[in-house]
């Protein structure tokens, strides 16, 4: 972790000696962070405002800019954000929200992308395939304690507790294939 991220830095402290020159690099930062990995908008302006040799004004005049070559597009970021997490590992609506909250995104915008994705990969899907990616690896539940780390493990991938109960009654019933397909 970088110390200098975490320090609160005081608007006293910055200079802007040059502002061409400033703007020059904090553009120059902004493309760099943005190869790196997509960011929100304001993921990339709180990294960009870490470097003293810049000001909130040249920050948002480098983010307006990135906007009309569209580079920087928060809904859109959510959207692929959203079905990319989904298809890496399938996860409950409450899981994927925790995801994304932390993204620094506005809640209605997250809320579209959630509704979105799983209109894209609908959860009963995610879940059949956590439940037999679940059954490869530890088998069917016999006792009932597996069953309830079964059901467990399924919360904790933020599955609703009626979705998980709907789908462990037919795993119980052996109508389940380790395939992840309903016979």
């Given at each position: ?21 400033s703007r020059e690099r904090t553009m120059n930062r902004a ?18 405002l870490e470097k003293l040799w810049t000001d909130e004004a ?67 899907d995610l879940i059949d395939q956590a439940i037999a990616k ?50």
């Amino acid at each position: 972790m970088r110390g200098k991220r975490y320090k609160k830095i005081d608007e006293t402290d910055r200079v802007v000696n040059d502002p061409e020159r400033s703007r020059e690099r904090t553009m120059n930062r902004a493309v760099k962070l943005l190869a790196a990995k997509p960011r929100s908008v304001r993921e990339l302006r709180e990294r960009l405002l870490e470097k003293l040799w810049t000001d909130e004004a040249i920050v948002d005049s480098v983010i307006d800019k990135l906007k009309d070559y569209k580079y920087l597009d928060d809904e859109q970021f959510a959207r692929d954000l959203a079905v990319s997490k989904l298809r890496q590992k399938p996860q409950g609506k409450r899981r994927l929200q925790q995801t994304m909250s932390q993204k620094k995104l506005d809640k209605e915008t997250v809320d579209a992308a959630i509704t979105e994705a799983f209109e894209k990969l609908p959860e009963a899907d995610l879940i059949d395939q956590a439940i037999a990616k679940r059954l490869r690896l530890k088998g069917k539940p016999v006792t009932r304690e597996e069953t309830k780390k079964f059901y467990d493990h399924l919360l904790r991938q933020g599955f609703g507790f009626d979705l998980i109960r709907e789908k462990m009654s037919v795993v119980a019933s052996r109508e389940f294939e380790q395939d992840g397909q309903d016979q």
